[in-house]
């Protein structure tokens, strides 16, 4: 019966050991997937004056994580163009690689479900500036989320402040 239980025990202890080695090594900040995206869009070709900017401009605050394995951070804005309102990542911009990662809108706060979300296409870069043309009635969106398509997860999410 101890050789029994001996190999028991070490049974268990390899499966433990090849748990701990498979979470260890999915628990970083580089994915196993890695998807590098092409992406063509048409860029902003007008901004009005500042005024106009100033009574109709809508505040982003900065990305913060979507979960503990998540990370976003840096600054948005929206600004208001003759084309329509435009949603704007600063330079300052990163967020955690993931497969078939999208730039969503959502009626809903962070950490509540999508909801009636508006899609602005796929996210073009894990860093740097980028731009997405917003939809047209920005009242109706509370939130900015880097959603994960591929295994339905939030990446990183902003606020917008309504005027």
């Known amino acids: 019966m101890k050789n029994s239980t001996?190999?028991?025990l070490v049974l268990l202890g390899i499966v433990a050991a090849a748990v701990g080695t498979f979470v260890?090594?999915?628990i970083n900040?580089?994915?196993a997937v890695v998807v590098d995206q092409t992406i063509t869009t048409t860029e902003p070709t007008e901004i009005p004056d500042a005024a106009t900017v100033a009574t109709k401009s809508f505040v982003v605050s900065n990305f913060v994580d979507g979960d503990a394995i998540?990370?976003?951070?840096g600054s948005a804005r929206i600004t208001i163009t003759a084309d329509g309102p435009v949603l704007t990542?600063?330079?300052d911009f990163e967020v955690t690689n993931g497969p078939d990662l999208f730039v969503y809108?959502?009626?809903n706060g962070?950490?509540?479900s999508l909801g009636d979300f508006a899609s602005l296409?796929?996210?073009k870069s894990t860093t740097g500036a980028q731009s997405y043309n917003a939809p047209a009635d920005l009242s109706a969106y509370k939130t900015v989320v880097i959603w994960c398509r591929a295994i339905g997860v939030t990446f990183a999410t902003a606020e917008i402040t309504q005027p």
């Open 6 to 8: 001996i190999i028991i």
């Open 24 to 26: 260890l090594i999915n």
């Open 29 to 31: 900040d580089t994915p």
């Open 70 to 73: 998540h990370f976003g951070s």
């Open 89 to 91: 990542f600063g330079e």
């Open 105 to 107: 809108m959502s009626p």
């Open 110 to 112: 962070p950490g509540e």
């Open 121 to 123: 296409g796929r996210l």
